[in-house]
T-cell receptor, first 113, second 111 residues
Framework: KAGVTQTPRYLIKTRGQQVTLSCSPI?????VSWYQQTPGQGLQFLFEYFSETQRNKGNFPGRFSGRQFSNSRSEMNVSTLELGDSALYLC????????????FGQGTRLTVV | SQKIEQNSEALNIQEGKTATLTCNYT??????LQWYRQDPGRGPVFLLLIRENEKEKRKERLKVTFDTTLKQSLFHITASQPADSATYLCALYTGGFKTIFGAGTRLFVKA
């Protein structure tokens, strides 16, 4: 079956702009989690959605937001981009229960200039 | 504060040897812990899960231990191969549908 698909793969934006990233989970998976990965910080948890509801979120400013649609596809949005937002953004899908394996997409590489 | 620590320095070993990676955590009581592998430019790939009431878990050449008293997990790759070269991440389920990751340890296996 198809894996987790993230679009776009690469993105260059200017400070102050906003950006929307998309994640299509594996068919049948209802949970989508988003992570920011930077060389110094590793993977930082952004938020988790299940059946269109945000069940948890990490310690990121309100400029970072997300949503999930009825088909489980998810988007995250970053407004008023800052240079420090440059990172690899990864989404992971799973069935959503405890002890379920997370399947990651290849990520979106965002560069803010 | 809550922290997950993995060896920040890369681990270099010779082919055929056993690689041992460490994951330490503080101020968490995870129900389970996972290990993932990440190759450059790709997302992490799940390897193993070990529960808090399990001491050891094996899968082929991989072995994971979990000591909730020491708050430590060890990840072993036996008979290592150059193809095992990658970054290895430990991840803790902290409850509330939230999994947090360590920064990872880079492993280089030389032929």
């Amino acid at each position: 079956k198809a894996g987790v698909t993230q679009t776009p793969r690469y993105l260059i934006k200017t400070r102050g702009q906003q950006v929307t990233l998309s994640c299509s989970p594996i068919s049948g998976h209802r949970s989508v989690s988003w992570y920011q990965q930077t060389p110094g910080q590793g993977l930082q948890f952004l938020f988790e959605y299940f059946s269109e509801t945000q069940r948890n979120k990490g310690n990121f400013p309100g400029r970072f937001s997300g949503r999930q649609f009825s088909n489980s596809r998810s988007e995250m949005n970053v407004s008023t981009l800052e240079l420090g937002d440059s990172a690899l953004y990864l989404c992971a899908s799973s069935l959503g229960g405890r002890e379920t394996e997370a399947f990651f997409g290849q990520g979106t590489r965002l560069t803010v200039v | 504060s809550q922290k997950i620590e993995q060896n920040s320095e890369a681990l270099n070993i010779q082919e055929g040897k056993t690689a041992t990676l460490t994951c330490n955590y503080t101020n968490y009581s995870p129900a389970y812990l996972q290990w993932y592998r990440q190759d450059p430019g790709r997302g992490p790939v799940f390897l193993l899960l070990i529960r808090e009431n399990e001491k050891e878990k094996r899968k082929e050449r991989l072995k994971v231990t979990f000591d909730t008293t020491l708050k430590q997990s060890l990840f072993h790759i036996t008979a290592s191969q150059p193809a095992d070269s990658a970054t290895y991440l430990c991840a803790l389920y902290t409850g509330g549908f939230k999994t947090i990751f360590g920064a990872g340890t880079r492993l280089f296996v030389k032929a």
